[in-house]
Each structure stands twice: as C-alpha cells, then as structure tokens.
C-alpha cells in the first residue's frame, strides 16, 4: 500500500506544510531511526494544556529549482503554509503534537515540471509513567515533501520528486535501582518516493530493535551501554541486510544550559545479495546543546557510519554528517536563527558497476534568517538559504540559492 504511483497519490496527503529547508531543524536529525526524541502522555486528565496556530506567508526566490547541475531553471515562488503545535501534561503524562502543511507554487519552472510542491509534517511524543519504575514512550516523525531534507539520514540528497518518509519510535523505560535502568525501544522506518526510477531503487522499510543499559555514575553522568539489531527490507531493489551495533557512550548534564550524549563503537552488517558480502565498520554519533541565553540556543549534531545509498549499484555509502544549529534573540523583538550541515559521502568502488570506480562528494547546507515582532501576533522574517553539492562524479554535483521574504501571524 505503501508503494505508490504518482496517479495514485492522495490530493489530502499532498496538500500539506511549507517548504521543509523553511523550517527547524527535523527533532531526528541524522538519526538512523531519525524520530524526535519521546514526549509524553496518558489520553485524559491533562492538568496544563497549551495551543499554538501559525500562519506564513512567504515569497521568495530561487536559482536552481529543480537541483540540477545543467539547464538550470530559475523562477519566484510563493509559499503558503500553517502549524499547530499542542501541549499537555499530567502528573503521570506528557504529551507533544505538532502538524503542518503548505504549498510552494512557482511561476516558471520549465517545461514537464510540476508548478507547485505540497508538504506535510506530522510530530508527536507522548510518555506515561505505567509505575514508579516503568515508564512507556511512544514518539513519530512523519513528513511528505519533495526537496532535499539533509537532517535526515539515508535520503536523496537532490530533487528526486514527492516522498515519504516515517520514523517512530516505540519505548519502555525500567527502573530497576537509583543508579541502574534498562530501555527496550523498537523503531520503524518507511522511505517511500512516488516516482521512478527512485521507487524502484529505493523505496524500503527499516526495523530496529535497541535495547540500552544506563547507570547513573554522578547525578549529572550517565553510563550508556547499548545493542541494536536492525533489518533492512527493500520493496524491488536487491539490497536487504542486517545490521548489527555495539554500542557505548554518555549522556552528561554539565551544567543547567550545557548538556551533551554520544555513542561510539562499530557496526557489522550482512547482505542478503552475496554480491555484496559484508560490511564492518566503525559508528558514532553525539549531540551537544547550550543554553547561553534566555530564549536562545546552539547546538551540534554529529554522525559517522553507513547509510542506505541513493546511487544504483552501490550497497551502501560511508558518510560523515555534522550539523550546526543557533538560535538566538537579540531583543525583545528581533530573533536570528542558523543552522549549517555538512556531510561526507563516500562511494565504494567495488560496489558501484559499471563504472568499476569509487567516488565521494560533499554536501553543504546553509540556512539564515531574521524575525522581527510586530506585535505578540505578528511578525516578519527575512531568510537565505544556500546548497552546493560537490561531487567527483560528473552530473551529480549542483549548487542552489534561495531568498525569501514574509510575515507570520501566531496566536
């Protein structure tokens, strides 16, 4: 059900969230099971509740629409969208929702193309402490769009037209002793594109199995040991795995604003294809975030290991990703906000016939804006965003500039 032709799309699932490079950085980036991290909630009893609609207006230009490194297309484009966010909590329970949706029209974007893109975002956390020392979790981060989200992990890296892709995560938490826990997660992933030839080559469904041993070594340090299983399954392409990670990290509170985790270890991962034997090798990730001002914020985000590939004939690609995220408020009504990513793909020569050689490419991402409050409702945002993709194989690599000016209205 999930494979599906572009004829065949639902016009309500299209019709959904403004231009995904617009907005925050995804809560999964760079994640393998890239879903934010687990909110909360019991269905009733809620004793604190808060609502939030936003509604954008942007018009903006771009230089490179449809991300190609020839015959580039320039055009103007118009981008509507709103948002939701909710939340609640009980003594028990917390729950996080957010929606969105929009659409992008262009007013010339050559011949055979699609004028307009729609998109949708769909964001939900919710916990519930079954028992003092059983706690349940469940979080999803679902989006349908058509541009490049390079917060994102094992996707196209250029216009590859609508997708979907899906990230859940299902958690039980155990306290056994003060100092000693145990976290059971399973966590689904679907990547479904509508059009081919990238849902024939690409279209799949991941499932990983985590279970993370922590102990409290300080009040502000944690001990993390952890095993994932993971299993791979392509809908029509040739390249199912398994996957196994051995894991161990920390998670630290360094002070009240500086907080950082990371995991380090390796992976070992077979291939159902004999072609393509087996792969081991090492893995890391890590976050840091700093608090260093009232309502403004850094953070980095960094992962190292193997991806799902988007080049046929290649069962794999070894990336390095690193993400630089700021926001910050410069008075009362002026707040700025960046975010850059940088990520290194390499392509195994063994892996990629018929050209029988390896090649790797950089990806660069630049977004920037500024907001301005006209009042507790109103609002208005300047932005630019910047992408160049640098690679050793001829066709591949493209660069693409975007500006764009509007207003917001919150309430």
């Known amino acids: 059900m999930l494979l599906m032709k572009r004829s065949s799309l639902p016009r309500l699932l299209s019709a ?33 509740r808060k609502v939030n609609f936003t509604f954008d ?37 917390t729950l996080t929702l957010g929606l969105g949706a929009g659409v992008v029209y262009y007013f010339d974007r050559g ?27 469940f979080s999803t981060y679902d989006v349908y769009q058509s541009q490049p989200d390079y917060t994102i992990s094992g996707l196209n890296g250029r216009r590859s037209g609508d997708y979907f892709y899906s990230s859940s995560r299902f958690s039980f938490t155990y306290q056994f002793s003060r100092r000693f826990a145990m976290v059971t997660t399973y966590n689904p992933i679907f990547v479904v594109y509508a059009d081919e030839p990238y849902a024939a080559q690409q ?18 340090v944690t001990l993390v040991g952890e095993y994932r299983f993971g299993s791979i399954n392509y809908f029509d392409a040739n390249l199912d795995s398994y996957a196994n990670y051995f894991l161990f990290g920390l998670d630290t509170t360094l002070s009240p604003r500086l907080k950082a985790g990371f995991r380090l270890g390796g992976e070992i991962r077979d291939y159902r294809n004999s072609a393509y034997g087996s792969y081991a090798g090492p893995y890391a990730e890590g976050t840091l975030s700093y608090d ?22 290649s069962a794999n690609r070894n990336a390095f990703r690193i993400g630089l995220n700021v926001r910050h408020q410069l008075t009362a009504r002026i707040g700025a906000y960046a975010s850059f ?8 020569a063994s892996r990629i016939p018929p050209t029988a050689r390896g090649f790797g490419e950089s990806v660069y991402d630049l977004a920037v804006g500024l907001r301005y409050a006209i009042n507790r409702h109103w609002s208005v945002e300047l932005g630019y965003l910047h992408t160049t993709v640098d690679s050793d194989l001829a066709g591949r690599g493209y660069d693409r500039n975007r500006v764009f000016a509007g207003g917001r209205l919150s309430f």
């Open 111 to 137: 011949p055979n193309n699609r004028d307009y893109d729609y998109n949708f975002l769909f964001n939900l956390g919710w916990t519930y402490k079954i028992s003092p020392r059983l706690t349940f979790g």
């Open 341 to 348: 990513y940088y990520t290194r793909n390499e392509y195994e």
């Open 57 to 93: 207006l942007r018009l903006g230009y771009d230089d490179n629409v449809n991300t190609t490194a020839t015959n580039r297309v320039e055009s103007g484009f118009l981008n509507l969208q709103g948002g939701l966010s909710y939340t609640a909590s009980s003594p028990r329970s």
């Open 203 to 220: 279209n799949r469904s991941e499932h990983y199995l985590i279970q993370e041993f922590r102990f409290l070594l300080k009040p502000t």
């Open 292 to 313: 260093f001002m009232r309502n403004s914020n850094i953070s980095l985000l960094m992962r190292y290991g193997i991806e799902q590939t988007d080049v046929v004939g």
């Open 16 to 48: 959904i969230v403004g231009i995904a490079a617009f907005s925050a950085v995804a809560p999964g980036a760079f994640a393998e099971g890239g879903a934010p991290a687990v909110g909360a909630t019991d269905a009733s009893g809620f004793e604190k």
